[in-house]
């Protein structure tokens, strides 16, 4: 399924409008849904919309892989037409949900660009270099301030 997040902007309504001419060509293989942004805001990065712009787009395949539409990526007909072709085709390929998501293509990537993402798989070999520090980050949207 391709989800289109949005609010009542008009560059919102323009996106639908464009995703609509796309959905005439893929509709029979693809469900083409819209979510509104405010109130499902939390699905996005587990779609791999690693920015706050709206719209945002992604696909949620249903062997649980991923592909969010590039932040940088017009939302005109044409342009996205190319995408979806791309994506038909395997030239751009969806990952899982699980895996590590590269922050390509978002203001994330400027901060990071000196980091090394590291895993459970090979968290000993990166953090415990002679030579190197390790400082560990942890994020969540879902936490709840306790007192």
């Known amino acids: 399924m391709f ?3 949005v609010d009542y902007s008009d560059a919102s309504t323009r996106a639908l409008r464009e ?3 796309v ?3 893929y509709n029979p293989f693809i469900g083409f849904m819209w979510a509104d942004n405010d109130k499902y805001q939390e699905k996005r990065k587990a779609l ?3 920015h706050d712009e709206v719209p945002a787009m992604a696909f949620n395949m249903q062997d649980q892989r991923i592909l ?3 932040l940088k990526g017009k939302m005109l007909r044409d342009e996205l037409m190319t995408w979806f072709d ?6 751009i390929q ?5 895996q590590r998501r590269e922050a390509n293509d978002t203001l ?4 990071l660009n000196n980091t090394t993402p590291v895993e459970r798989d090979n968290w000993t070999e990166c953090t415990h270099q002679e030579g190197f520090d390790s400082y560990l980050f942890l994020y969540t949207s879902a936490a709840e301030l306790q007192h």
């Not at 969806?94 to 699980?98: K, V």
């Open 94 to 98: 969806a990952q899982p949900m699980t």
């Open 108 to 111: 994330l990537a400027e901060l």
């Open 48 to 50: 791999g919309i690693l």
């Open 86 to 91: 791309d994506v038909h085709k395997g030239k």
């Open 23 to 25: 959905a005439e060509k």
């Open 3 to 5: 989800i289109t997040f």
């Open 19 to 21: 995703i609509g001419k």
């Open 68 to 70: 969010p539409y590039p």
